[in-house]
């Protein structure tokens, strides 16, 4: 079965950055797109960014272009991604996603199709 764990999250200063991390398992990694989407408390999910199979390509949505950086490293089956500059806006639970397909997915939630449990990124201003 595939699992999608991202240990990290925690508190951080407003202004203050923050490294998300997905350790996959069950799947051929490096032949998939991933994803990262967040859920502010109280409000709507927003797919955050997508990454294909070979990292060759990115994209991001238009709320968080040049704040964050996804990356991934096939070789140990990782995925990654940075968040700069944060603002409290940014609070939110953070979840590594497996899309059906490659390509951007964004906020198209039926081609999602494997989740992770989210990690709370918290930021104090």
């Known amino acids: 079965a595939v699992q999608l764990v991202e240990p990290g999250g925690g508190l951080v200063q407003l202004g203050g950055a923050l490294s998300l991390s997905c350790a996959p398992s069950?799947?051929?990694?490096?032949?998939?797109?991933m994803n990262w989407v967040r859920r502010p408390a109280g409000t709507h999910r927003e797919g955050v960014s997508t990454?294909?199979?070979?990292?060759?390509?990115?994209y991001y949505a238009d709320s968080v272009k040049g704040l964050v950086t996804i990356a991934r490293d096939n070789a140990k089956n990782m995925l990654f991604l940075q968040l700069n500059n944060l603002k409290t806006d940014d609070t939110a639970m953070y979840y590594c996603?497996?899309?059906?397909?490659?390509?951007?997915?964004?906020?198209?939630?039926?081609?999602?199709?494997?989740w992770g449990q989210g990690t709370q990124v918290t930021v104090a201003g």
């Open positions: 996603a497996r899309p059906r397909n490659d390509g951007w997915t964004g906020d198209n939630w039926a081609r999602y199709y494997n």
């Open positions: 069950g799947l051929t990694f490096s032949q998939v797109s």
């Open positions: 990454i294909t199979g070979g990292g060759d390509r990115t």
